[in-house]
């Protein structure tokens, strides 16, 4: 099964310092049929306008992912992280018994983000932050694995959730695939491009929610910058 959620038909607002897209239910987007998708929750796709942010708040049991798309976004947080993420990194947030942070575009330019959140294998886990570089020259091979807590590889971050995140770089008319156990629910992002899957096109901005598909080729009509999230159901 494959469904297209075109970026025109996602929830959200614009705040004016935040433009953010709802893939999911999340603030006062609300969609009975788009609760989550596995143990899924949220992903939102913000666009940060110069020197505003996020600032301090809570979570709690829940594994935050942020992946950045453009510009640079600085994390602190209440265990005394600082880190700042630049674009095509990615930063891993273990909420578990609970901790506060703020995230603020300290740029001159606009930031765009991917904020994916993903249920814990278990609650009340030790909080956490990571945040690592990807070099590019690693990810225009294929799919490489970004964050992990099935088969770590590499040097993917753990996330403590039975989940994987991957991402890509794509030529035009290159093709990756990826293999998974029936029953897993796959999520695909491309942040920028156009990409192809089963003759469904994909463009950036829009969400596929996959399902009962063991076998996906991905194929770019054009450079294309990709996420592909792989959760238990």
């Known amino acids: 099964m494959l469904q297209l959620r075109p970026r025109a038909e996602l929830g959200g607002h614009n705040h004016g310092w ?7 239910s999340f603030a006062n987007y609300y969609d009975p049929e788009r609760m ?3 143990q899924l929750r949220v992903i939102n796709d913000d666009t940060i306008m110069p020197h505003t942010g996020f600032s301090a708040h809570p979570h709690q049991d829940m594994e935050i992912i942020t992946y950045v798309r453009k510009g640079a976004i600085t994390h602190k947080d209440s265990l005394g992280n600082v880190g700042r ?10 909420a578990g018994t609970g901790i506060v942070h703020e995230e603020y575009n300290r740029e001159p330019d606009i930031t765009q983000i991917f904020q994916i959140w993903i249920l814990p294998s278990r609650k009340g886990l030790a909080p956490r932050w990571d945040s690592r570089p990807f070099p590019k020259a690693e990810s225009g091979a294929g799919l490489m694995q970004l964050a992990s807590g ?8 753990v996330l403590n ?3 994987d995140l991957y991402g890509a770089n794509l030529a035009p ?12 629910y796959l999520y695909l992002l491309p942040a920028t491009g156009h990409v192809q899957v089963d003759g469904v096109d994909v463009h950036a901005g829009d969400g596929l929610a996959i399902k009962d598909q063991t076998e996906l080729w991905i194929e770019a009509r054009a450079p294309s910058e990709v996420l592909l999230i792989d959760v238990a159901g």
């Open 161 to 163: 959730a039975d989940a």
């Open 85 to 94: 993420t630049e674009a095509g990194d990615v930063q891993v947030m273990t």
């Open 36 to 38: 989550g998708w596995g």
């Open 173 to 184: 008319h290159s093709r990756v695939r990826h293999t998974t156990e029936r029953g897993r």
């Open 150 to 157: 099935r088969n770590l590889q590499g040097q993917a971050m």
């Open 18 to 24: 935040l433009d953010t897209k709802h893939h999911f």
